[in-house]
């Protein structure tokens, strides 16, 4: 494949996201490793000339993970001067077999669009693009050392994540269709790195009035089996 | 004054920003008019190649307000295609008087980042840059049709702006340094768009143990003279 010709792209900007999804009472991100050079980054990619802002997101994403609708939000543009490294960018481009002109449009300095995205862990298909060998999940406080300010861009979209947690109640994103009440205050802890009280937590959620309640499965145990909840639709 | 050249600025990338003032009980913005054109658009301007986003933003407020230290919150990175309108770029800069080249850079797609910022009213000394005839406050009910998707950066901002009121305890900086309950209480409802009640506002202020209460100022009808509070330094 050649290099990406300057002329199909947005000169100075690229986008970042933090796919955040949930499993095993975990709150974990999706991280890239690019070929032969160690290194370690969040997806992200470029907004073609005739392409929307969110449309560019969507079709990164898409490519990294197989899901078409994905919840979205924006958290910060990145535009300090030396957050880009342009050696950096040689040494990654170079790993992949590029032979990189002087003046290459990917050596440029960059702007950052973050996004982060919430997704069900269970839908995904992990799938690496053609810089990396690997994409995987990371726990968001074991994750290796990234490139350029990628971390404190992960700092603030978890933040975000944060502040957007009860006004937006997203928290349902990370979940299958169908959770039980524990599942649900488990990825509120995950989020917010703390524990929370179950009886003022399920008073908080039923109050809310955006669950619906669906029978119990009923198994051999089935007087123990907890509620399914669903969100219900907006 | 010969046109911008691109060489200097990032191309595609402009900022808006959604200046607010609070002034006799209404919360205004500033408007700028270009010469010769009846169009209205938010203050707003380019990012030099050797200059930080935020440092871009400050330069563009202190031109036209005199003003160093403004409280400034990024918002939202707009990229939609068809944000942008060359034919109406093409006629401000015709009506100023230059020329303007096929293929210019101006012309070019746009990307907006749109910040808003909280200033006091009083301290301002308004200045149109070399575009535009007037800069003056509108109160935001009652805005002139502005270019581009501005209102809808207006309307963005105004949303961000009442999320972060209680979280970010940023009401002060559209007030004096020294103000009576009362100012305050103005400033919210006006934010709000909403009465809020008198004695659960003041409870709920004082509870946040954010404020420091002064002497009242001895007067005639000292008696009845409010305490004017500040913000507590942090």
Redesign the interface.
């Known amino acids: 494949m050649p290099l990406p010709e300057s002329s199909h792209y ?4 690229a986008y970042d996201s933090v796919v955040f999804g949930f499993s095993k009472g975990k709150l974990k991100i999706l991280v890239m490793e690019y070929h032969d050079t160690g290194l370690f980054a969040l997806p992200g990619g470029f ?1 073609r ?6 449309d560019a997101v969507k079709r990164g994403l898409f490519e990294r993970t197989g899901l078409k609708e994905i919840y979205l939000e ?1 958290v ?6 030396n957050r880009f490294d342009p050696a950096i960018m040689k040494r990654i481009l170079e790993a992949n077999g590029y032979s990189v002109p002087e003046n290459y449009w990917m050596l440029d ?1 960059f ?1 950052s ?1 973050a996004y982060y995205a919430l997704i069900d862990w269970e839908k995904v298909t992990l799938k690496p693009d053609t810089l990396s060998d690997s994409i995987g999940w990371y726990e968001i406080d074991q994750l290796p050392d990234l490139i350029f300010d990628h971390k404190e861009i992960v700092n603030k979209a978890l933040l975000t994540l944060r ?1 957007n947690l009860d ?1 937006k109640l997203i928290g349902g994103n990370l979940l299958p269709e169908k959770f039980t009440m524990n599942e649900l205050q488990s990825v509120y802890e995950a989020i917010l790195g703390q524990k929370i009280r179950r009886t003022s937590f399920q008073r908080k959620m039923l109050s809310l009035d955006i669950l619906d309640r669906h029978e119990k499965l009923f198994t051999g145990k089935s007087h123990k089996a907890p509620y399914l909840y669903s969100f219900k639709s907006t």
């Open positions: 947005i000169p100075h900007l907004v000339k005739n392409e929307n802002l969110d924006q910060h543009l990145f535009g300090d001067i300095r702007f669009i502040e006004k």
